[in-house]
């Protein structure tokens, strides 16, 4: 079934008893969602300062209250009424969810916005990647505080059916691991070419397995038989 | 049941919920799949019992060992259910009157330990300050450059006729805005750097009661007293006691790190996190009113002294009995 090797992937059991599985972020994409937040709220700072300019002292009273929402509350507005996307989240098809996996509400979306004051420390993150180096789930300090995870956006899957082929049994009773494999051929034999399907299947020739011509109709077949296509 | 007869019965179903849940949105990135859910879907009274129906399925899936893709494509939509179905709501309006009448002044009575230690470690440092500059004037110049005291003392100068900050009234806006941005930002990081083992409060607290207790007491030995303490009566205690809080906060993560008791250190942390960033949204509240009074009030230059420190004694006194009685009938929230 599924391997056990490093994995992000992050698993939840929900109220109604059904595992879901939750793919955590790194460093990488945080940042790089960091660094476009920190672009945009840099233009909204340009433009505040040109609205001082502007209106004058009036102007600049306005633009330092504009700082100070920006600098405090952008990511929380953005996470708690935009399913935990910040503008640079989103982008990189990101979220922020409570470690439960329901949607950030205010009060840990705020914890975990103030707390980057720490996580910053000693200068640009030092704390903050530590700590997303020292847990499974890429945490840094506010994330730990707040109870919350950045995982990937749950992409929908394109409903793919698997190609029609006369059923065929296979020679012996296949494990449940085999049957998944098949599955898995079989599913994702629309995204491959067909030279590739072919030496996919090839690689079975060299086992030993009772039908020594091993060709993608055959498996496909054997898909269809496992489905029950009628 | 094989595989492709269950889907048979039941693919109208998820298609369904699925056309609910998610809705395309433009491409973003180079992935065409990326769908999300809409904003507020018309998800009908059936959708508990739809959403249990949906994890019963993915649990069947994955029990009879269906194709992968037949069960990722339920999780998927099992996990975009389950966000909706779990979001908490929350009634805004009603946690905020509940929070101003009872809850905050009921969670700084319960942490009074905490603010009690700022208290005396930001009003010993202040007062300390004060006094020791009466007798030892130049030890002003510990705390402050004496470059920001020739500024400082230009502000306050009695000669002057406009005191406090250099203003007319277009400043009061923008004086707003730079106490809002400056204060309400100390008073968040302290709270922040309270988690390092209270480290952070304890310096910022020292550090800002040092420096203000140097500003006073220079001043006051200089004798402008008659400008400097009724500009600051005014907001003094709204300010104040917004610091001490933030310390109090800070040093109530700080301290469950160092102590967790029967927890771990992580669930430690997280129980008295979420109790202090309670707490600290009056504190954003109490600065922004301080920086409202101190951009508007405190400036007024010709209001006779003795207003100001009734006015100044008046906020004092309101501001404590709001945390020594507010909520005491009520509930703990």
């Known amino acids: 079934m599924e391997s056990k090797l490093l994995d992000s992937v992050n698993t939840i059991q929900t109220p109604e008893g059904v595992d879901i599985h939750l793919r955590v972020a790194g460093i990488w994409p945080r940042s790089v969602a960091w660094v476009i937040d920190l672009l945009i709220r840099g233009v909204i700072y340009i433009l505040l300062g040109f609205l001082a300019g502007v209106l004058g002292d009036f102007g600049s009273g306005l633009m330092l209250i504009g700082f100070f929402f920006m600098e405090w509350f952008y990511p929380v507005l953005f996470e708690v009424l935009n399913k935990g996307m910040t503008p640079g989240k989103k982008f990189l098809g990101i979220q922020v969810l409570n470690s439960d996996g329901t949607p950030v509400g205010w009060s840990p979306s705020m914890l975990r916005n103030i707390l980057r004051t720490v996580d910053f420390l000693p200068l640009f993150y030092g704390l903050g990647f530590i700590s997303m180096l020292m847990n499974d789930r890429f945490q840094r300090i506010g994330d730990l505080a707040a109870d919350t995870i950045v995982v990937y956006y749950n992409k929908t899957a394109e409903i793919q059916g698997i190609p029609e082929y006369a059923e065929i049994k296979p020679a012996y009773d296949l494990s449940l691991e085999e049957q998944q494999s098949i599955l898995r051929y079989a599913e994702r034999s629309n995204q491959l070419s067909g030279a590739r399907l072919h030496e996919l299947a090839e690689i079975l020739n060299s086992l030993d397995v009772p039908a020594h011509s091993m060709s993608k109709e055959k498996l496909l077949g054997i898909a269809n038989g496992l489905t029950g296509r009628k | 049941?094989?595989?492709?007869?269950?889907?048979?019965?039941?693919?109208?179903?998820?298609?369904?919920?699925?056309?609910?849940?998610?809705?395309?949105?433009?491409?973003?990135?180079?992935?065409?799949?990326?769908?999300?859910?809409?904003?507020?879907?018309?998800?009908?009274?059936?959708?508990?019992?739809?959403?249990?129906?949906?994890?019963?399925?993915?649990?069947?899936?994955?029990?009879?060992?269906?194709?992968?893709?037949?069960?990722?494509?339920?999780?998927?939509?099992?996990?975009?259910?389950?966000?909706?179905?779990?979001?908490?709501?929350?009634?805004?309006?009603?946690?905020?009157?509940?929070?101003?009448?009872?809850?905050?002044?009921?969670?700084?009575?319960?942490?009074?330990?905490?603010?009690?230690?700022?208290?005396?470690?930001?009003?010993?440092?202040?007062?300390?300050?004060?006094?020791?500059?009466?007798?030892?004037?130049?030890?002003?110049?510990?705390?402050?450059?004496?470059?920001?005291?020739?500024?400082?003392?230009?502000?306050?100068?009695?000669?002057?006729?406009?005191?406090?900050?250099?203003?007319?009234?277009?400043?009061?806006?923008?004086?707003?805005?730079?106490?809002?941005?400056?204060?309400?930002?100390?008073?968040?990081?302290?709270?922040?750097?309270?988690?390092?083992?209270?480290?952070?409060?304890?310096?910022?607290?020292?550090?800002?009661?040092?420096?203000?207790?140097?500003?006073?007491?220079?001043?006051?030995?200089?004798?402008?007293?008659?400008?400097?303490?009724?500009?600051?009566?005014?907001?003094?205690?709204?300010?104040?006691?917004?610091?001490?809080?933030?310390?109090?906060?800070?040093?109530?993560?700080?301290?469950?790190?160092?102590?967790?008791?029967?927890?771990?250190?992580?669930?430690?942390?997280?129980?008295?996190?979420?109790?202090?960033?309670?707490?600290?949204?009056?504190?954003?509240?109490?600065?922004?009113?301080?920086?409202?009074?101190?951009?508007?009030?405190?400036?007024?230059?010709?209001?006779?002294?003795?207003?100001?420190?009734?006015?100044?004694s008046v906020n004092g006194l309101l501001l404590f009995s709001y945390f020594i009685f507010a909520g005491r009938q009520g509930a703990i929230r």
């Open chain 2, 1 to 312: 049941m094989k595989q492709s007869e269950f889907e048979k019965k039941y693919s109208a179903f998820w298609l369904e919920l699925e056309k609910k849940l998610i809705v395309e949105i433009p491409q973003t990135t180079g992935n065409s799949l990326i769908k999300r859910i809409t904003a507020d879907p018309e998800l009908g009274e059936e959708f508990p019992e739809n959403y249990r129906l949906l994890c019963h399925h993915l649990s069947l899936a994955r029990s009879r060992h269906y194709s992968p893709l037949l069960v990722e494509r339920l999780e998927k939509l099992v996990i975009n259910a389950h966000q909706i179905y779990y979001k908490r709501k929350t009634h805004l309006l009603a946690s905020v009157l509940i929070y101003f009448t009872s809850g905050f002044a009921q969670s700084v009575r319960k942490e009074w330990r905490w603010v009690l230690l700022s208290s005396i470690l930001f009003f010993g440092s202040f007062f300390g300050m004060l006094i020791t500059l009466q007798y030892y004037p130049d030890m002003v110049y510990t705390v402050i450059s004496g470059e920001q005291l020739a500024n400082m003392e230009s502000m306050y100068d009695p000669s002057q006729d406009k005191i406090g900050r250099e203003r007319n009234s277009g400043t009061d806006f923008q004086m707003f805005g730079y106490y809002i941005f400056n204060n309400t930002g100390i008073g968040l990081k302290t709270f922040a750097s309270g988690l390092i083992f209270g480290i952070g409060s304890i310096i910022t607290l020292l550090f800002n009661g040092l420096t203000i207790g140097g500003v006073a007491g220079y001043l006051t030995h200089i004798g402008y007293t008659s400008t400097f303490w009724p500009f600051v009566s005014g907001h003094s205690a709204m300010e104040l006691f917004a610091i001490v809080l933030s310390g109090a906060a800070g040093f109530k993560m700080g301290f469950s790190i160092i102590n967790p008791g029967r927890k771990s250190r992580l669930r430690s942390l997280r129980d008295s996190a979420r109790e202090a960033v309670y707490v600290m949204y009056g504190v954003a509240i109490m600065f922004v009113i301080a920086a409202f009074i101190e951009a508007y009030w405190s400036s007024m230059s010709d209001i006779p002294s003795i207003i100001k420190y009734v006015v100044g």
